[in-house]
Structure formats: structure tokens, C-alpha cells
T-cell receptor, first 111, second 112 residues
């Protein structure tokens, strides 16, 4: 079973729509959780960390459910510039400080 | 920008050849991690170097090897290249092992 699983999409949504991405992780020793954004042919960039209490950054809201090993990202009022691939990422509590990435969910926001 | 630089940006090799990819970490960062990202996939961890020592390795064969230098820059070496090695190779550096990782632009390697 993959360490991190997410729906690859693609998600095609109109401007202004609300879209949600989900992800599950398999290792209960996972310690830290993130959403990264990757534009076409570019490197991944940290979008936001995900905390147990849930956290918000402008139009973006991240949620974590440790019991279900489930992470989500909600984007409100989608902009054209939100078009990218969104990667769900976890880090374990032990071992090397390496990140485990999902396959990414591709989002296209349509005018 | 993040300050992590990788070279070259693109590279074409043939099966059986060897390749060396380079990464300069962000100033002051002593930890470098390498990832392989195949088309349509998320990055996969290859290995990590901390203060010139390998500090963890993913599920990659021994023909993937690396180095970290005293200035914390790093190299990824791949021997006996195979078609499936075609991918974007990403380097990420962090201030310490448990600090956030900052990615470079990557090296796109194509094997013919």
C-alpha cells in the first residue's frame, strides 16, 4: 500500500468555485503533514502545513483527522492562478527527515 | 527564490551510461535530500545527507549513490542508466534535519 494516496484528478472547475482535495496516509507514525503546490515543469513549493486543529490561510483551509489518517485541502473562490498540481505530503516521526508525497491532484480553474 | 540551485537543468543520456547531478544547498543548510519524480507521479525519496554522511535511504538500488561536500553541496550519481530512470530529479535542502525542506528547480533527465 502506498504511504500517501490521493485522487489524481484532474479537477476542472470554474473561477469562483470551491474545490476540495482529499488524501489518506498509511503510516500511523506520520508526524507532520503538508500540502505542496507544483506548477507544470517546476519544483514543489510548500503551500501550507496541516495541523490537528485545522488551519486556514486566506482562501485555503487544511484539515487533519489523525484517527482516520485523512488530510484535506479546501480552496474557496478559485482563481485562474490556482491551476496547478497539489501534492499531499507526510513526514514520519522517526527515521530520516524525508517527505512522502502523494501522486498529486491536478487542478485546472477555467475562466 | 529558495536559493537551492541544481545543474544541469536538462540532460539526455543513453542506457548504460553514468550521470552526475549537482545541487548547491541554500546558505547555511546542512541537510540535503534527493528525490526522483517520474511523469505523473509524486517525488520519491532517494536519500538524504546530513553533514556529509548518508542519513537515510529510500527504495532505490545501489547504482544510485551520492556525496555531500564540506560546503554542504551534494551530488547524485546514477550508474548503468535504465530507461525508467527518466525523471525530474529534485534536490531539497534544510537548515537542520527536522526543518522544512526547500526544493531546487530540478534536473530533467531523459534516457534514450
Amino acid at each position: 500500500r502506498k504511504e500517501v494516496e490521493q485522487d489524481p484528478g484532474p479537477f476542472n472547475v470554474p473561477e469562483g468555485a470551491t474545490v476540495a482535495f482529499n488524501c489518506t496516509y498509511s503510516n500511523s507514525a506520520s508526524q507532520s503533514f503538508f500540502w505542496y503546490r507544483q506548477d507544470c515543469r517546476k519544483e514543489p513549493k510548500l503551500l501550507m502545513s496541516v495541523y490537528s486543529s485545522g488551519n486556514e490561510d486566506g482562501r485555503f483551509t487544511a484539515q487533519l483527522n489523525r484517527a482516520s489518517q485523512y488530510i484535506s485541502l479546501l480552496i474557496r473562490d478559485s482563481k485562474l492562478s490556482d491551476s496547478a498540481t497539489y501534492l499531499c505530503v507526510v513526514k514520519r516521526r522517526t527515521g530520516a527527515n524525508n517527505l512522502f508525497f502523494g501522486t498529486g491532484t491536478r487542478l485546472t480553474v477555467i475562466p | 527564490e529558495t536559493g537551492v540551485t541544481q545543474s544541469p537543468t536538462h540532460l539526455i543520456k543513453t542506457r548504460g551510461q553514468q550521470v552526475t547531478l549537482r545541487c548547491s544547498s541554500q546558505s547555511g543548510h546542512n541537510t540535503v535530500s534527493w528525490y526522483q519524480q517520474a511523469l505523473g507521479q509524486g517525488p520519491q525519496f532517494i536519500f538524504q545527507y546530513y553533514r556529509e554522511e548518508e542519513n537515510g535511504r529510500g527504495n532505490f538500488p545501489p547504482r544510485f549513490s551520492g556525496l555531500q561536500f564540506p560546503n554542504y553541496s551534494s551530488e547524485l550519481n546514477v550508474n548503468a542508466l535504465e530507461l525508467d530512470d527518466s525523471a525530474l530529479y529534485l534536490c531539497a535542502s534544510s537548515l537542520e534535519q527536522d526543518q522544512p525542506q526547500h526544493f531546487g528547480d530540478g534536473t530533467r533527465l531523459s534516457i534514450l
